[in-house]
C-alpha cells in the first residue's frame, strides 16, 4: 500500500520535471508581452480612439480580451529603434512582435535591422500579418 502511495506522489513529480518544457539552461524566460507594429491603419492622430473596424481593431480586441499586455508602434509617426524592443538593461522587452504594418501605407524610412537583431540576437518571435 505504501509502494503504490509513493508512486502515485513521485511518478506526477518527475513527469512534470522531465517532460515540462523549460527555458534552456542560462537562458530567463521571454517576457509575457507583444508589440504591435502598425503604418497607417490608426485613424486617429493622437491614438486615443479605436475604431473603422478592420484587422488592427481585431487584433486590439483580441489582446484585450485575452488578458496579453501589449504596446503599439506607429510606423506613420516614428522611427523603429532598439529601444522600442529592449530594457533599459538592453534585455528583450517582448516575448513577441506582431508585425501588421501595411505596405501600402506611407511610412517613415525605417532601420529593418532593428527586426533581425530583434529575432537573431534576442529571440523575439516575429508574426507576420498581411493580405493576399
Partial sequence: ???????????PLLFTT????????GQEPRPYRVLLVISGQW??????????????QTMVTLFKSWGT??????????VLSPNDVLDMQRRPRYGAIVWDADSD????PQDY???KDAV???HISLIAIGDR
Fill in 18 to 25: 522531465f517532460v515540462t518544457p523549460r527555458p534552456l539552461e
Fill in 105 to 108: 501605407d506611407e511610412i517613415r
Fill in 43 to 56: 485613424k486617429d492622430p493622437r491614438s486615443f480612439l479605436i475604431a473603422d473596424g478592420g484587422e488592427f
Fill in 1 to 11: 500500500m505504501t509502494r503504490n502511495r509513493l508512486a502515485s506522489i513521485l511518478l
Fill in 69 to 78: 499586455p501589449f504596446d503599439i508602434v506607429r510606423l506613420d509617426q516614428r
Fill in 113 to 115: 535591422g532593428v527586426l
Fill in 120 to 122: 537573431e540576437h534576442y
